[in-house]
C-alpha cells in the first residue's frame, strides 16, 4: 500500500515525513518508521496539524500491527494518543483503528482502515474548500472579474503541509485563488513557533498566492485600517457548543476581528469535531516547553533572547468562543450556528 502527501510517504515498508521543523532552510524527509520516532516526530511538530497527525499515527499502528500481537497493538495506540492532547483527530483516528473487538483485529483490516481515512482526509479537504470559497464568494459579495483582492488573514498553517489533502483554511484560500485570481493572504507569523512564518508563507509561495507576511501583533492595526476582508483560521477541536481550541493567537484574532467587523471562519473536517465536549472549557490544552518562549532552537541555529531564570506560560492552543465565531466551513457545510453544525453531523 502507498500513500503520499506533501508532507507525508508511505510505501509498504517506510514511513517517512517532511521535518516540518526544519521548513523552509531545508526539504529533509525522516524516516519515523519506528514508532517511538513517530511518537517524538508528533511531539516536536516534525509531523503536525490535526488531521495529518491522526494520520500518521493511524499508519504507524497499522504498520507496527504486521509484527505484532492484539495487546501491543493497543498498547502502541496509547502512545499513539498522548504525544499530542488537544487534536481530537488523533484520537479519533485512533479510535476508529481500535473499533474492532477484541481478536477481531488483523494488520490487513487497520491497514484498510487506514487507507479510507487518507482518502478520506483528501476527500473532506476538497469539500471544505469548495464549501468554503462558495460561502465567501456569495456572502463577501466578490465579482471576480471587477473587484480589488480579497484580502484574507491567516494563523498557524492548515494546508497540504497539515493535511492529506490540499488543506482546510489554506484549501479555501486556493480555491479562491483558483477561482478569482485576485486573493491577497496575511499571513500571521504564529509565535512561538512560526508556523505561519516557516509554514504557511512557504506554502503560499509553493502556490504562486500573494501574501504578506507579519507578526502576530500587527493584525489590529490592519483590520482598523480596512486591510482584511475575513479572517479563515483551522482548528484543532471543535466543541458541541461551537467553541473550538486553535492555536494560540487565535482568540486574539476572533476579538479583533469582532472589534472591527469583519467575518471570521473558522474551518475544519468532521473529524474535528468532539461530540463528546460540550463546551471549549473542556477541552485539554497542550502546555509546551519553556524553550520555545526564551529563543529558538532548530534548522535555524539556537538563540536564546531571555533570560533562562524567566518563568514561561507556553500553552499551545487556545479557545474561541463560539459566539465570536461568524461560521463553521466543514466538509458537509456551511453553518452560521453551532446547533446546525451539531445537527449535521450527528444527522450523517
Ligand atoms: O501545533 P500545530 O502546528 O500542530 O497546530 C496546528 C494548528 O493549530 C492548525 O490550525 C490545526 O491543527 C488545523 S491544521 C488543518
Same mark, same amino acid.
Request: one cysteine or more; proline letters at 5%; aromatic letters at 4%.
Given at each position: 500500500?502507498?500513500?503520499?502527501?506533501?508532507?507525508?510517504?508511505?510505501?509498504?515498508?517506510?514511513?517517512?515525513?517532511? /521535518?516540518?521543523?526544519?521548513?523552509?532552510?531545508?526539504?529533509?524527509?525522516? $524516516?519515523?518508521?519506528?514508532?517511538?520516532?513517530?511518537?517524538?516526530?508528533?511531539?516536536?511538530?516534525?509531523?503536525?496539524?490535526?488531521?495529518?497527525?491522526?494520520?500518521?499515527?493511524?499508519?504507524?499502528?497499522?504498520?507496527?500491527?504486521?509484527? #505484532?500481537?492484539? $495487546?501491543?497493538?493497543?498498547?502502541?495506540?496509547?502512545?499513539?494518543?498522548?504525544?499530542?492532547?488537544?487534536?481530537?483527530?488523533?484520537?479519533?483516528?485512533? /479510535?476508529?483503528?481500535?473499533?474492532?473487538?477484541?481478536?477481531?483485529?488483523?494488520?490487513?483490516?487497520?491497514?484498510?482502515?487506514?487507507?479510507?481515512?487518507?482518502?478520506?482526509?483528501?476527500?473532506?479537504?476538497?469539500?471544505?474548500?469548495?464549501?468554503?470559497?462558495?460561502?465567501?464568494?456569495?456572502?463577501?459579495?466578490?465579482?471576480?472579474?471587477?473587484?480589488?483582492?480579497?484580502?484574507?488573514?491567516?494563523?498557524?498553517?492548515?494546508?497540504?503541509?497539515?493535511? #492529506?489533502?490540499? &488543506?482546510?483554511?489554506?484549501?479555501?484560500? =486556493?480555491?479562491?485563488?483558483? %477561482?478569482?485570481?485576485?486573493?491577497?493572504?496575511?499571513?500571521?507569523?504564529?509565535?512561538? !513557533?512560526?508556523?505561519?512564518? =516557516?509554514?504557511?508563507?512557504?506554502?503560499?509561495?509553493?502556490?504562486?498566492?500573494?501574501?504578506?507576511?507579519?507578526?502576530?501583533?500587527?493584525?489590529?492595526?490592519?483590520?482598523? /485600517?480596512?486591510?482584511?476582508?475575513?479572517?479563515?483560521?483551522?482548528?484543532?477541536?471543535?466543541?458541541?457548543?461551537?467553541?473550538?481550541?486553535?492555536?494560540?493567537?487565535?482568540?486574539?484574532?476572533?476579538?479583533?476581528?469582532?472589534?472591527?467587523?469583519?467575518?471570521?471562519?473558522?474551518?475544519?473536517?468532521?473529524?474535528?469535531?468532539?461530540?463528546?465536549?460540550?463546551?471549549?472549557?473542556?477541552?485539554?490544552?497542550?502546555?509546551?516547553?519553556?524553550?520555545?518562549?526564551? &529563543?529558538?532552537?532548530?534548522?535555524?541555529? $539556537?538563540?536564546?533572547?531571555?533570560?533562562?531564570?524567566?518563568?514561561?506560560?507556553?500553552?499551545?492552543? $487556545?479557545?474561541?468562543?463560539?459566539? !465570536?465565531?461568524?461560521?463553521?466551513?466543514?466538509?458537509?457545510?456551511?453553518?452560521?450556528?453551532?446547533?446546525?453544525?451539531? %445537527?449535521?453531523?450527528?444527522?450523517?
Amino acid at each position: 500500500m502507498k500513500l503520499e502527501s506533501m508532507s507525508f510517504r508511505y510505501d509498504g515498508e517506510k514511513i517517512c515525513v517532511l /521535518d516540518q521543523t526544519r521548513l523552509p532552510q531545508e526539504k529533509v524527509w525522516l $524516516d519515523v518508521t519506528e514508532p517511538d520516532l513517530m511518537v517524538e516526530a508528533i511531539r516536536s511538530l516534525r509531523v503536525r496539524g490535526a488531521p495529518l497527525i491522526g494520520l500518521a499515527a493511524a499508519v504507524t499502528l497499522a504498520h507496527a500491527a504486521k509484527d #505484532a500481537n492484539e $495487546d501491543q497493538v493497543r498498547a502502541l495506540a496509547g502512545r499513539l494518543r498522548e504525544a499530542r492532547p488537544t487534536a481530537v483527530n488523533l484520537m479519533n483516528a485512533l /479510535d476508529r483503528l481500535m473499533n474492532f473487538a477484541p481478536g477481531e483485529m488483523t494488520a490487513e483490516q487497520l491497514m484498510n482502515e487506514t487507507r479510507a481515512l487518507f482518502a478520506e482526509d483528501q476527500m473532506l479537504c476538497e469539500r471544505i474548500s469548495a464549501n468554503g470559497a462558495d460561502w465567501v464568494l456569495k456572502t463577501l459579495a466578490r465579482d471576480p472579474a471587477g473587484e480589488p483582492s480579497l484580502n484574507i488573514l491567516t494563523h498557524c498553517n492548515t494546508g497540504g503541509l497539515a493535511t #492529506a489533502g490540499v &488543506g482546510t483554511a489554506i484549501g479555501i484560500i =486556493r480555491e479562491l485563488h483558483k %477561482r478569482t485570481g485576485r486573493i491577497h493572504v496575511y499571513v500571521d507569523e504564529t509565535r512561538p !513557533l512560526l508556523q505561519g512564518g =516557516r509554514l504557511t508563507a512557504w506554502e503560499m509561495n509553493e502556490l504562486s498566492i500573494p501574501h504578506t507576511l507579519i507578526c502576530d501583533n500587527m493584525a489590529a492595526l490592519l483590520m482598523r /485600517d480596512g486591510q482584511v476582508d475575513c479572517v479563515m483560521v483551522g482548528c484543532d477541536r471543535i466543541a458541541r457548543n461551537g467553541d473550538f481550541a486553535n492555536k494560540v493567537g487565535t482568540y486574539s484574532l476572533a476579538i479583533l476581528a469582532r472589534h472591527h467587523n469583519v467575518p471570521f471562519l473558522v474551518a475544519g473536517p468532521n473529524t474535528t469535531v468532539d461530540l463528546k465536549c460540550a463546551s471549549g472549557r473542556e477541552i485539554p490544552i497542550e502546555q509546551r516547553p519553556t524553550a520555545e518562549v526564551h &529563543g529558538v532552537k532548530g534548522a535555524f541555529g $539556537d538563540v536564546r533572547w531571555a533570560p533562562s531564570t524567566a518563568p514561561v506560560f507556553n500553552p499551545a492552543f $487556545d479557545v474561541t468562543p463560539a459566539e !465570536l465565531v461568524t461560521a463553521w466551513v466543514l466538509d458537509n457545510g456551511v453553518f452560521t450556528s453551532p446547533s446546525e453544525l451539531i %445537527r449535521a453531523i450527528e444527522g450523517e
